[in-house]
């Protein structure tokens, strides 16, 4: 019996990355995506109702067809710098661990598929919130993944405040 033919690399092909359905965005003229499960959909900016005792990345709230959606900065987290919510911006809804949120970005540019650049290490010194990223036609586009977008002691301030506006009305 030949032991390298039981050698992994000879057993097994090149494994190719899954495509990754996304919806890509536009945010301080970095190109940003998220997996399109996430999304249930872009509306227009709007200026939100602020939340009392939520953390500085949350902006407000809004209701949008019946629903609480929390209006997140995206800016503030992604590029380190405030938004100003301005009519020309968007508010992409995604479900967020569970909480609806609208994060303001600068221009939906739409749906695509993607298939996760190989090449990117895990240690690359992302941010825990980046899924990974993609080479598009035209450039590189990070990978948010909105499950790990806001971190545990916002997700505890939102809750609550959410929470406390509810027993009030």
């Not at 602020?50 to 949350?58: E, H, R, Y």
């Not at 939906?108 to 899924?131: E, K, L, M, N, Q």
């Not at 450039?139 to 806001?150: E, K, N």
Request: charged fraction near 20%; include cysteine.
């Amino acid at each position: 019996m030949n032991p390298s033919a039981f050698a992994p690399e000879a057993a097994l092909p090149a494994r190719q990355p899954a495509a990754l359905q996304v919806l890509e965005f536009d945010c301080r003229g970095r190109r940003f995506a998220v997996p399109l499960a996430s999304v249930r959909r872009a509306v227009l900016s709007a200026r939100p109702v602020p939340l009392p005792g939520a953390s500085d990345i949350v902006l407000g709230v809004l209701d949008v067809g019946g629903e609480t959606v929390t209006v997140v900065d995206f800016a503030l987290r992604a590029t380190g710098r405030p938004t100003v919510i301005t009519p020309s911006q968007q508010f992409l809804i995604v479900e967020m661990d569970g909480v609806l949120c609208a994060l303001v970005v600068d221009a939906v540019v739409g749906p695509g598929t993607a298939v996760p650049d190989s090449g990117w290490p895990d240690a690359a010194g992302a941010a825990d919130y980046v899924d990974g990223v993609v080479r598009l036609p035209d450039g590189l586009c990070l990978v948010i993944d909105p499950a790990r977008f806001l971190f545990e002691h916002e997700r505890v301030q939102l809750t609550q405040a959410l929470g406390a506006v509810g027993e009030r009305h």
